[in-house]
């Protein structure tokens, strides 16, 4: 068992360039290696559970999603070792949910992928929940898939992406919200609209599951405007430990920010749930210093300087607008909104600024990326783009 108050967390960083299954499985390996070896972490006979970051119904590559060759050449190793295997999803969206979650994990290929494997793929959406009693001023319970508790190895398998929502990138820790079934994770945004009060939820309930793997897909990542909306990237990396806060630490590293600017990993750390910065990490593998991204594109509401960043955050903050253009009135935007400030009239979807809190669940959702986050301000923009693009 991890003691993470007395040893370093180890983390492997392996080069991986493509999503071919041979390249994968060796990268793979390579990494389990490192970090003590796959015995030390696959029993046989354990139920494990994979928790890829399948966000929304996109094809299989897209960087919105855990790439379903990773999930294949995990699946496969695991099975090797004698692991009892079933992989788990609710998806971003969801009232939705009820048939947004199963759009994402066909469309993805995802089902058929579980399928050609003969594992359960269970749609956390559909799926049993355990509610969790949570020590948090905003939320007293929290419901969770009851196959994830119920696991002997939860494998949390984020995709690196950046997220334009209070935090910069989305990775190992923000993963486990997808445990949550459902559309009360937008109700969780309504009750803690500011990102701190937010992501001291996702942090009790990272703290309930408590993933004891994680493997990030890095290979290619969503860079700019993620977790939907943001471009691919290629990366070139798997990032494996038994820490998942540690991942997300190198992950950040590796793009260029700091560690201790994601909210995630502060707040993970301070808890007592992983090692928020590099100090606290056995990093091996590549030397981080020699492949760390210096141009990747964070999300163009963030600020290189905290101080910066507080001088300057009323006028830059951001709002969703939808194009009309483009917007396909699948309503998917307005289900999804936790406020109801969405409605249909005359043809168009219309947001009650009033109302909005800018959680941008809407622009998660949308499968035409018709509703963006934009600035507010033009003179936040213009701040902004003067001081800073990146932490
Ligand atoms: S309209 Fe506002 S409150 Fe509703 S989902 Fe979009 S950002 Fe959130
Ligand atoms: S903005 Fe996007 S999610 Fe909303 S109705 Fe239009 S296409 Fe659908």
Redesign the pocket.
């Known amino acids: 068992m991890l003691n993470l108050k007395e040893t370093k967390s180890i983390v492997a960083l392996v080069g991986c360039s493509d999503y071919k299954l041979e390249s994968l499985k060796k990268a793979l390996s390579i990494a389990f290696d490192l970090i003590g070896g796959i015995k030390t972490i696959v029993k046989p006979n354990h139920k494990i559970l994979l928790k890829p970051n399948i966000m929304m119904p996109k094809p299989p590559g897209h960087p919105a999603n855990t790439h379903p060759n990773l999930i294949k050449a995990v699946a496969e190793l695991f099975q090797e070792a004698g692991g009892n295997l079933s992989i788990g999803e609710s998806s971003a969206g969801s009232l939705a949910g009820l048939t947004f979650t199963a759009k994402a994990l066909s469309q993805s290929g995802v089902a058929d992928l579980a399928k050609s494997l003969n594992v359960p793929l269970i749609n956390f959406d559909l799926a049993p929940v355990i509610n969790k009693k949570i020590d948090n001023p905003y939320v007293a319970t929290i419901p969770i898939a009851r196959s994830v508790l119920e696991a002997d190895l939860v494998v949390t398998m984020p995709k690196l992406k950046t997220h334009t929502y209070g935090t910069i990138i989305t990775g190992a820790v923000k993963n486990c919200y997808g445990m949550v079934p459902g559309q009360i994770k ?1 109700e969780f ?2 009750r803690a609209p500011e990102p701190k009060k937010f992501f001291s939820i996702i942090r009790d309930l990272f703290g309930l599951v408590r993933p004891k793997l994680a493997i990030m897909d890095a290979v290619t990542a969503m860079e700019g405007d993620g977790p939907s909306a943001g471009h691919e990237r290629q990366v070139g990396f798997l990032i494996v430990s038994q820490d998942p806060v540690a991942v997300d630490v190198v992950a950040a590293e590796l793009i260029g920010v700091s560690a201790r600017n994601v909210l995630t990993n502060k707040l993970c750390a301070e808890a007592g749930l992983g090692a928020g910065e590099l100090d606290s990490i056995d990093l091996r593998g590549e030397n981080l210093r020699e492949v760390i991204i210096k141009d990747f594109k964070l999300p163009t509401n963030k600020i290189r300087n905290p101080l910066i960043y507080q001088l300057t955050i009323n006028l830059t903050k951001k ?2 607008e939808i194009n009309h253009k483009i917007c396909k009135l699948c309503n998917i ?1 307005k289900d ?7 409605s249909q009239k005359n043809e168009k979807m219309v ?3 009033e ?9 998660e959702v949308c499968p035409v990326q018709a ?1 963006r986050p934009k600035w507010e301000h033009l003179l936040g923009e213009l701040v902004s783009r003067i001081i800073s693009s990146r932490w």
Do not use: E, G, M, T
């Not at 800018?358 to 622009?363: E, H, I, K, L, P």
């Open positions: 937008a945004h309504r709002k969703p935007c999804s909104c936790p406020l109801q400030a969405i947001i009650d600024y109302v909005c809190i800018r959680c941008f669940c809407c622009s509703c």
